[in-house]
Structures are given as C-alpha cells and as structure tokens.
C-alpha cells in the first residue's frame, strides 16, 4: 500500500493528457487510494496526494477526520488529589486534521483567509454547541483538545509539503497513524493565487475496519449479548486447555 | 509485530503484551492471585483506556480461574456449596457494579474512582499482610508455630440463616458469605479484578475457612463473577477486547504455571511477605500518580464515556 509510484505515474499520465484536453480546469487532483483498511496489522497508513493545476499556484491540502463529539475535562485539586472538575463538549471536533502545502503557509494566505477556509489548526472551528455553555475559557479548553490530538499525532504539528514536479504537477504525503478513526474523512486541495484561493477541489476517503478487526469490533456492537458469551466461551476454552495441557508436563 | 486491537482501538506490539501477561501470570501462579490488581493497572500503562482495561480484565480473570479451579479440583480443595453462596452474593454485586460503572463513565470519574479503589484496598490489604506475615516470621523464630483455637466465637456467629458447609467444617450463617461476595462481585466491576487479594484474607479472618480451601474455593467464585462481569461489560459498555483478552491469557496461563512451581520452594510467610511488597507497591504506585502534578491538566473523551 506504501510503494504507491507506480499507480502514481501511470495517473500523473492519464492526468498530463486529460490537462491537454481540458484545459479548462483550473486544478485537478486524486489520492492514491480512496479506501484506508484497518486490518489486523494496521500499523498507519502513507496516502499519497497528487494532481495538475493549469500554471503557477499555491497548494494547500487539508485532510480532516470525520467530526466526534468529545468533552474536554479539566483537572483540579481536590484535597490534595487531581480530579476531573470543569467539562466543555465540543459537538464537531475533527478526529484528524493533516496539512501540507507548497510554501509556508503565512506566505500562502492571510489569517482572515485560513479563519475562512478552515485551513490549519489554529483555524479550525470548534465551539460548544449549545451558545450559553460559551465561556469565556473555550480558548484553554481548545487548545487543550488541539495539544491532546497532537500528541496522539491525529493533529498535524508542522504542515507537511507539497512537492511541484516542474511547475503544474504536485504530490503530497500525509501519514495516518494507527490511532486513526473510522469514517469518512474529506481531503480539500486548495489552488491559491496570490493571496486567494482560486478553487478547491473535495475528494472523500473512506478509513475503515477490514476482516476480522471490523467482524469484532460489530458483534461486539451490534450483537453484544453474543459476543459477551463468545468471549467467556474462548476464556474458558483457553483456561481449560492450558490446565490440561500443562497437567501432562 | 504490531497488532490492532478493535476494541480498544490501538496498535499494541503483541510480544509486550505476552510478556506482560506472562509476568503476571507468573506472579500470580506464585501466590495464588488472580493477579488483576496487576493486569489493570499495567494496561492502562501500556495506552489502553481505563474502561477497556478492566472490561477485558474481567475475560482474563474467567480464564485464570478456570485453569486454577480444575488443578485444586483435582486435590478437591474445592468446597463448592461455600462457593455457590459467595458466587449468589457476587452476581447481584457485580451487576450493581456495573451499574455504578456506567454512571461513573457518564460523569468522567470512572477513571479516579478505578484508581483510589486501587489505592486504597491495595494500600490496606498489603499493609495488614506485611505486619501479619512479618508477625509470623518472627513468632517461628522465637516461639515455633502458636496454637489456635478451631473456632473463635463472636457477633457474626449469632446471625440467623445458618447453613452446615461440609468441606470447610463450618456451622454459619448464609449471610455472611453472601455479603462476603456482594461486595467482592462489586469490586470486580468496577476495579476488574477478580478480588482474590481481599477475598482470601475475608475467607480467613471473616468465614474462618481453612487455609487449604480458601484458594481453590476464591478461585471456584471468581469464575462465576468473572463470567457474570464479562458479559455485563461486553452488554454495557462494549469494553471487552477479545484480541487483547487472548494474547493476556495465552501469556498468563505459562507463565502461572512456572509461578506454581517456583512458588513450592518457598515458604508461607515469606510468599506473603513478597505479595504484601508487591501490592503495597503497585498502590503507592498509584497513590503517587493521584497527588503528582499532570503533565497536561486537561484531558480528552468521547462524549458518554469516561
């Protein structure tokens, strides 16, 4: 899944030709792959970005996981011990965000541009859902949940690079690491000039569980009484035979 | 090397976690523990969630105690009516257990709660076995072995509902062993431990059970709680990693049975002198972290869980 190059060239050709018949469009971009599997041995997955744009640009492309909600607790000491005191709920939190771009990003855009198109961390919106439960410390809560998916790597630290190959092709790496959720995630390209975005082109990328981790992970959602018993059926299967086999030594 | 793990949803290297479940079969194989109050906490260390931690603690537990019940089965150190009655008391705990669990998660503090149980029970049973153990390994260098009395009577042996437990020679009340596994089979709950550590002194010093029974008798208990908690965690939380599960036991079953046999050569109080380090240990352990300064005071989680 990793070694994606040859996929990579033969769509990079059937893209230069296509660039030829259609110019017309300004940007034209795909992944490597539009299905993420975790299997077994999921350890993290490279997908690969790439695409053409119709002359010199910027571009930004921004992989955002599928929103969970996710209460962020804060620690207080109570009698000397650290306890769970004041909660937010951020109703739209993305489980992943990755970005890279062709030049760093404060050369690329102006901050009311980033705030508008979402682009980078810090741009993101998260809010509380409900408008009363805004306090005045969403920012501490924020950037709590920020450094939080950061250091679980699921939020990009540095934005990562997309290479020009001459001066209309472009491909970008990001990696998913193995914490990644399930869903669909939504990679944006963005085409800037001179200061504007020009236009984004939205692909979706589907990341989910493939073969025997999704079979476990759904009995045990769906039919949990089953899995319940099936996993006191293996436990005592697994204690019986060791007692057994072990009797004989 | 890696495996994924779908319900705890993490990429874990599987030759840790046969390590890691060999130790404490080890340690427990040498003491006669399930070996839960060590399971817990070093999952939770090793980055899986505190709720699945214990969910899959309790499958790890069922499988111990199977193959520990069938080797003082077969030495019929097993008095299974005793066993019927703690594990009665036990269902009703460990359903009320997880119930307490559920509200727990809900409000964020299943986490804090997990760990003072920890501390504190750790704290306490080991403080008593060290000054007991310790008691005793002087007493048998001053004054060799104490006589005891076959009964002591007081209060408990007035409550009514008395019952005749053959096996382990004793003439009392049904409530006692009832309450006894009421409040174990609630410890399993919420701490994911089979409760061995407190169940076998209880047995002792409240039941007055003969040390010879109490270990196969505990573990003929902790089966059926065990199986109970299993599938009342899978049902409301969804918090058995049966993957993880597998890879724990595969390790914990070799590695008690090198414990057992290593454990043979030693002798009674210094066994129980070790375990009460051991368990006094793994709770200063804990109570440090409860009073230490986070890293980050703020922390993540799904919303409706802990």
């Known amino acids: ?249 | 090397m890696h495996v994924y793990l779908p319900i705890a949803e993490l990429s874990v290297n599987w030759f840790t976690l046969l390590v890691v479940g060999s130790g404490v079969g080890f340690l427990s194989g040498l003491f006669g523990v399930g070996g839960g109050f060590l399971m817990t906490p070093l999952l939770i260390f090793l980055g899986v969630p505190a709720p699945v931690a214990v969910g899959t603690g309790a499958a790890q537990i069922l499988a111990s105690s199977v193959s520990g019940v069938l080797a003082h089965w077969r030495r019929q150190n097993v008095d299974v009516q005793m066993g019927l009655a703690l594990a009665a008391g036990g269902f009703v705990g460990s359903a009320l257990g997880i119930w307490i669990f559920t509200l727990l998660r809900q409000a964020g503090q299943v986490d804090l709660v997990i760990r003072l149980c920890f501390v504190i029970f750790l704290g306490s049973v080991g403080g008593l076995m060290l000054v007991e153990s310790v008691r005793t390994w002087f007493r048998r260098a001053t004054t060799g072995v104490r006589k005891r009395k076959l009964h002591e009577h007081y209060w408990l042996h007035g409550l009514p509902f008395k019952l005749r437990f053959r096996r382990s020679k004793l003439y009392i009340s049904a409530l006692l062993p009832l309450t006894v596994g009421f409040a174990i089979g609630i410890l399993t709950a919420i701490m994911g431990v089979g409760g061995g550590f407190i169940l076998v002194p209880a047995m002792i010093y409240i039941l007055g059970m003969p040390t010879q029974m109490v270990v196969g008798t505990s573990l003929f208990q902790t089966l059926f709680v065990a199986a109970n908690v299993t599938i009342l965690q899978s049902v409301t939380n969804q918090t058995v990693d049966v993957m993880l599960a597998l890879l724990l036991i595969v390790g914990g079953v070799v590695g008690a049975q090198f414990g057992t046999r290593f454990g043979a050569r030693l002798r009674g109080e210094q066994l129980r002198i070790l375990l009460a380090l051991l368990v006094l240990g793994v709770g200063l352990k804990l109570a440090f972290d409860l009073f230490t300064t986070p890293d980050d005071f703020y922390s993540l989680a799904p919303e409706g869980q802990g």
């Open chain 1, 1 to 249: 899944m990793r070694s994606s190059s040859p996929i990579f060239l033969s769509v990079i050709a059937i893209l230069l030709v296509q660039g030829m018949a259609a110019r017309a469009q300004p940007l034209v971009a795909d992944l490597s792959q539009h299905l993420v599997a975790i299997t077994a041995g999921f350890t993290g997955a490279d997908i690969v970005m790439f695409g053409a744009t119709d002359g010199p640009g910027d571009v930004v492309v921004v992989v955002t996981g599928p929103p969970k909600p996710t209460i962020v607790r804060r620690k207080g000491r109570l009698a000397g011990i650290w306890v769970n005191r004041e909660a937010m709920l951020f109703a739209d939190a993305p489980t992943f965000y990755g970005i890279a771009t062709s030049k760093p990003i404060d050369e690329v855009l102006a901050a009311n541009q980033l705030d508008r198109h979402q682009i980078g961390v810090d741009h993101i919106r998260l809010l509380p859902p409900n408008p009363e439960a805004r306090r005045d410390d969403i920012p501490e809560f924020r950037q709590a949940l920020v450094r939080a998916r950061q250091r679980d790597g699921l939020f990009a630290t540095e934005p990562g690079k997309v290479t020009f190959l001459g001066e209309r092709l472009f491909r970008a790496r990001m990696a998913l690491p193995a914490k990644v959720a399930t869903g669909t995630y939504r990679v944006q390209v963005f085409l800037v000039r001179e200061g504007q975005v020009v236009t984004v082109q939205t692909t979706p990328l589907l990341v989910s569980k493939i073969g025997f981790s999704a079979d476990v992970f759904d009995l045990a959602h769906q039919d949990s009484a089953l899995y319940g018993l099936a996993a006191i059926l293996i436990a005592t299967a697994a204690g019986w035979t060791a007692a057994v086999a072990f009797r004989r030594i």
